[in-house]
């Protein structure tokens, strides 16, 4: 019955709200759904957590799904899980089916959306049951798992690896907490900067810092002239939109929808990748694929339904490890510190009316952005058109204010969000990769609290190897992710070569 109670007119006009706003960021080229939810961050503190997550949940579903706009209407995917649904959404809209190329993108975008949640009630759970039984070595080991499959998985592995560890050591500066089993004693900063930064910076400013103001700073660089192809928008001319184009699409929808939940449940890995990988599925297990790349709304399905199940496959290891699945979800985090709650193994059992309300408000967040969008799209397809001089100063404005009031009112929070604003934009010119670095900013402090504890309960490091069959279990998996991420850089060095021997 406590759930009914939270179930108000407010609960489900925050999740309406959310979605809008998050499809209009999604919609908006350079403008993502982590960019979203680390804007409207601060306003969470105001509504409770339950109301808190409601809204955060609509930015989250409504900015993954915003994305197939500019990448239909202008080949410009709106985020990067989007990146396929130009492949045909493009061309489509070039023969005038622009609105039935959106419409295709958001009925297979609810479909993933819902598997995803599906998945997430039934396995979060059971992960999370199994993960109690951890010993401080098992989550040190997990962390470190997370962390390696993160920087093995990017564009340059030592690159992402050394970004991951800045991220750790940027968490530990301030004081070890006397509580957590530490001395209290300041440490890696000056004597200047101990009045600021005892307790370390503050995670949400950082947050709003490297998502939204460096990505505002990134695309000020190349200046706010009109996007390609304004103007010329299509959305109808040619073949209208009708349910009978997902007729024998069953398949590639589950098979789309499966390989975005579980690639959302492996950390950092992102939403192109799961796009992309369901994309080439369906190219290669159709039967008919030669009109893919050229207009074929089976690409969209692929597409579409594949990003949206990364939702719900992102919270899993959220909401059961405490590990974020993509830098959306370790903003989500956020949202938890500032109500005092810890995500993790216990998180679940010990909240189970938040756990409940959280899947009822994803399952009502994609059943609001079909509506939404299908209904409005092509009101919403106007929202490219809006300028960016316009909106970027107004979410300049939301950040600074957000981060001043975010801890009730401390200027440091604001030095933080525009400190960690240039060093985002400065960490992206200069190759550093961003989410492992988050990440590890994220997770070093617990990190650091399960490897300490592993030592003063054990006495020696072989214990991280020797403590139980799961620990070697990690250790086997860390391993793999290293020799898989080497196997690609190999073949893709060879494939390279042999390209320019051609």
Same mark, same amino acid.
């Not at 470190?144 to 998985?153: N, Q």
């Given at each position: 019955m406590d759930i009914l109670s939270h179930l108000t007119p407010m609960f489900f006009t925050l999740i309406a709200a959310g979605t809008l706003i998050g499809i209009i960021f999604g919609a908006i080229p350079g403008m993502t759904a982590t960019m979203a939810v680390a804007v409207c961050l601060p306003l969470t503190y105001a509504f409770g957590l339950v109301n808190g997550i409601a809204l955060l949940l609509g930015l989250y579903v409504g900015?993954?799904?915003? %994305? /197939?706009?500019?990448?239909v209407l202008l080949n410009i995917p709106g985020t990067p899980s989007s990146i396929t649904t130009t492949f045909d959404g493009y061309p489509m809209a070039q023969r005038g089916e622009g609105e039935r190329a959106l419409k295709t993108g958001i009925v297979a975008s609810i479909f993933g959306g819902l598997f995803s949640a599906a998945v997430l009630f039934f396995f979060a759970?059971?992960?999370?049951?199994?993960a109690i039984k951890f010993s401080y070595v098992e989550k040190f080991l997990i962390i @470190? @798992?997370?962390?390696?499959?993160?920087?093995?998985?990017c564009s340059n592995m030592l690159m992402g690896?050394?970004?991951?560890?800045? %991220?750790?050591w940027l968490s530990l500066i301030g004081t070890y907490s006397i509580t957590e089993g530490g001395n209290g004693e300041p440490r890696l900063m000056f004597d200047f900067m101990q009045y600021y930064l005892i307790d370390g910076f503050s995670l949400l400013p950082v947050l709003i810092g490297i998502f939204g103001l460096s990505t505002i700073l990134l695309d000020a660089e190349n200046g706010f002239a009109d996007a390609p192809g304004q103007g010329r928008i299509k959305l109808k001319g040619g073949a209208r939109f009708?349910?009978?184009i997902f007729k024998g699409q069953l398949v590639n929808l589950i098979r789309s929808s499966g390989i975005g939940t579980f690639v %959302? /449940?492996?950390p950092g890995v992102g939403g192109s990748a799961a796009s992309v990988l369901a994309y080439s599925q369906e190219k290669?297990?159709?039967?008919d694929s030669s009109q893919m790349g050229k207009g074929a709304p089976q690409g969209i399905v692929a597409s579409e339904s594949s990003n949206n199940a990364l939702t719900g496959g992102a919270l899993v290891p959220l909401l059961s490890l405490g590990i974020p699945g993509d830098s959306t979800t370790a903003i989500l985090i956020g949202a938890f510190t500032l109500q005092g709650i810890q995500v993790g193994p216990l998180f679940i059992g010990n909240n189970m009316d938040t756990w409940y309300l959280m899947i009822i408000a994803l399952v009502a967040a994609n059943v609001l952005m079909f509506g939404i969008m299908y209904f409005a799209i092509r009101h919403i397809a106007k929202v490219i058109e809006v300028p960016k001089y316009i909106l970027y100063p107004l979410i300049v404005m939301m950040c600074v204010v957000g981060a001043y009031a975010i801890n009730y009112g401390i200027m440091f929070d604001v030095w933080t969000l525009l400190i960690f604003g240039v060093f985002g934009y400065v960490a992206q010119k200069i190759g550093l990769e961003v989410v492992p670095l988050i990440i590890g900013f994220i997770l070093g402090k617990s990190a650091e609290v399960y490897f300490v504890k592993s030592i003063e309960s054990y006495g020696n490091l072989t214990i991280f190897f020797t403590k139980s069959p799961i620990a070697a279990f990690l250790w086997v998996l860390i391993a793999v992710s290293v020799a898989f991420a080497i196997y690609l850089r190999v073949r893709n060095r060879r494939g390279g070569a042999n390209s320019l021997v051609e």
């Open positions: 900015g993954i799904s915003g %994305g /197939m706009v500019p990448a759970p059971v992960l999370a049951d199994f @470190l @798992l997370a962390l390696t499959v993160i920087a093995s998985l690896i050394f970004s991951g560890v800045l %991220g750790v009708s349910f009978s %959302g /449940m492996l290669n297990f159709s039967r």
